[in-house]
Nanobody, 126 residues
C-alpha cells in the first residue's frame, strides 16, 4: 500500500488549497480510515482530520473545524483535504495516513496508522 500526497504550495493568509492523497496497492479503499496529519516546523505531528470507512463519518481537530473539509472518492482511491481561510499557523508539512483497524478513540494517534505518505508542504504567508 502506497500513499502519495500532492497539492501543497504557497498561499497568502485567507487563501485556499486543496490537497489530494492517492492510495495505490491491493486494498479495499472503502474499508480504510483515511486521515490527514500535519507537522509544523519545530513541532510534533498533529491530527487534522479523518474520514471513516466508507465515508460514514468525518472528524476534525477543533482548530480546523469550519475551515477544512475532508472528503474521499472511492472510485479513485483518493482522499482530499480542502483548506479554506488559511492562516500562517497552518504552515506545515501535511501527511495522509491510512489504517484498516482503527477505532474512533485512536484516530488522532499517529502511531496507530499503518500507512503514511511522504507529505506535502503548505506555506501560508502573512
Amino acid at each position: 500500500v502506497q500513499l502519495q500526497a500532492s497539492g501543497g504550495g504557497v498561499v497568502q493568509t485567507g487563501g485556499s488549497l486543496r490537497l489530494s492523497c492517492v492510495v495505490t496497492g491491493s486494498i479495499s479503499f472503502s474499508t480504510y480510515v483515511m486521515a490527514w496529519f500535519r507537522q509544523a516546523p519545530g513541532k510534533e505531528r498533529e491530527f487534522v482530520a479523518a474520514s471513516w470507512r466508507r465515508g460514514s463519518a468525518t472528524y476534525y481537530a477543533d482548530s480546523m473545524k469550519g475551515r477544512f473539509t475532508i472528503s474521499r472518492v472511492s472510485a479513485n482511491n483518493t482522499v482530499a483535504l480542502q483548506m479554506n481561510s488559511l492562516k500562517p499557523e497552518d504552515t506545515a508539512v501535511y501527511y495522509c495516513a491510512a489504517d484498516r483497524g482503527l477505532i474512533v478513540s485512536s484516530m488522532a494517534r499517529e502511531s496507530d496508522y499503518d500507512y503514511w505518505g511522504l507529505g506535502t508542504l503548505v506555506t501560508v504567508s502573512s
